[in-house]
């Protein structure tokens, strides 16, 4: 590491500052927005019987969380990961890995559900792991607005 160091200050000592140029840390612009732990309409509430469940079942339209269900003709997700998506008490229980962590009241950004339904996961793979297609951005953003009201059974 210190000869590297010792190289880049060399070089770029003696005028050739475009191998320095190469070590610029910019990535370009980002590719999606940064998570943040507020509700977008706090003068909506969001239901989870009417709103969320719906969503996870697949009742909403094409897209649902059918292979964490019980009923699913083919359930790998419920039974490789052991969380079960057909309820309030299934959701908030966790997976055999997750636990009680897929669900943070009032932090979606640090709920593995809302991680994992969103591109670029920090683990594994996009959910649902048949898509696509995926939740839509306002399906998406109807979780996070549920989890940043504290994730109730109303």
């Known amino acids: 590491m210190r000869r590297a160091l010792v ?27 940064r998570c943040v732990n507020s509700d977008s309409d706090p003068n909506e509430d969001v239901s989870f019987s009417e709103d969320i469940l ?7 339209g094409p897209v649902g969380c059918n292979c964490h269900q019980p009923t699913d003709p083919d359930p790998i997700g419920l039974e490789q990961t052991g969380l079960n998506l057909s309820s309030y008490a299934g959701l908030r229980a966790g997976g055999n890995n997750s636990l009680t962590g897929v669900i943070v009241e009032g932090q979606p950004c640090d709920s593995i559900l809302w991680q994992k339904i969103n591109p670029g996961p920090p683990f594994g793979s996009r959910m649902p792991f048949d898509g696509p297609p995926f939740l839509s951005d306002a399906e998406r953003r109807l979780i996070a607005d549920w989890i940043a009201e504290g994730a109730r059974d109303n």
């Open 7 to 33: 190289l880049i200050g060399a070089l770029a000592l003696t005028g050739c500052l475009d191998v320095v140029d190469a070590f610029d840390p910019a990535v370009g612009p980002a590719t999606a927005a």
């Open 54 to 60: 719906p969503l996870l079942r697949g009742e909403a």
